[in-house]
T-cell receptor, first 113, second 109 residues
Framework: GDSVTQMEGPVTLSEEAFLTINCTYT??????LFWYVQYPGEGLQLLLK?????DKGSNKGFEATYRKETTSFHLEKGSVQVSDSAVYFC????????????FGIGTKLQVIP | NAGVTQTPKFQVLKTGQSMTLQCAQD?????MSWYRQDPGMGLRLIHY???????DQGEVPNGYNVSRSTTEDFPLRLLSAAPSQTSVYFC????????FGDGTRLSIL
């Protein structure tokens, strides 16, 4: 079945540092890939997405590129801020049946001033 | 502009009690789902629905029931609460992407 692998963290960075959160996936078809962000006390919200190989999703300075050859969708940001502290979830949605969404376990990011 | 509304936000139950977690959406999405979020486990799918009158089991359905009588509402019922059901529960609508409510934090004593 489908699966998403990401480190749990926590990842602690100083403000303005470069961020990479790795995400790799296993899927039988050609899934769409997503990054969601969860701020404390809130639900998940979509950060960015990519629907086919070599697509780059971007939003709020975050980027991720759909790499079919390495089955990866790593999240990057050039300069993190304290306000980026949150939990980040990688997810995929396959086109089989009801388009079930599979989530990774989430990576907690803490940015310190 | 409510989106997905979950009630209650917090609840404490005793073992063996039953309760219903409410989820309402105004986005006219056919697909709705319930997840539980536990430390180190990520999000696990409990039940989902692809439209009014249609529900199916997800990854961890035991101890939970759902129904979908309208497009807008998708309640989750705990039949006889157990401490293992202590968790944060999220309702979501749509699937590419999903839209989440703010969650219900449930403690079973």
């Amino acid at each position: 079945g489908d699966s998403v692998t990401q480190m749990e963290g926590p990842v602690t960075l100083s403000e303005e540092a470069f961020l990479t959160i790795n995400c790799t996936y296993t899927a039988t078809g050609y899934p769409s890939l997503f990054w969601y962000v969860q701020y404390p006390g809130e639900g998940l919200q979509l950060l960015l997405k990519a629907t086919k190989a070599d697509d780059k999703g971007s939003n709020k300075g975050f980027e991720a590129t759909y790499r079919k050859e390495t089955t990866s969708f790593h999240l990057e940001k050039g300069s993190v801020q304290v306000s980026d502290s949150a939990v980040y979830f990688c997810a995929l949605s396959d086109f089989g049946g009801y388009q079930k969404v599979t989530f990774g376990i989430g990576t907690k990011l803490q940015v310190i001033p | 502009n409510a989106g997905v509304t979950q009630t209650p936000k917090f609840q404490v139950l005793k073992t063996g009690q039953s309760m219903t977690l409410q989820c309402a959406q105004d986005m006219n999405h056919e697909y709705m789902s319930w997840y539980r979020q536990d430390p180190g486990m990520g999000l696990r799918l409990i039940h989902y629905s692809v439209g009014a009158g249609i529900t199916d089991q997800g990854e961890v359905p035991n101890g939970y029931n759902v129904s979908r009588s309208t497009t807008e509402d998708f309640p989750l019922r705990l039949l006889s609460a157990a401490p293992s059901q202590t968790s944060v529960y999220f309702c979501a609508t749509g699937n590419q992407p999903q839209h989440f409510g703010d969650g219900t934090r449930l403690s079973i004593l």
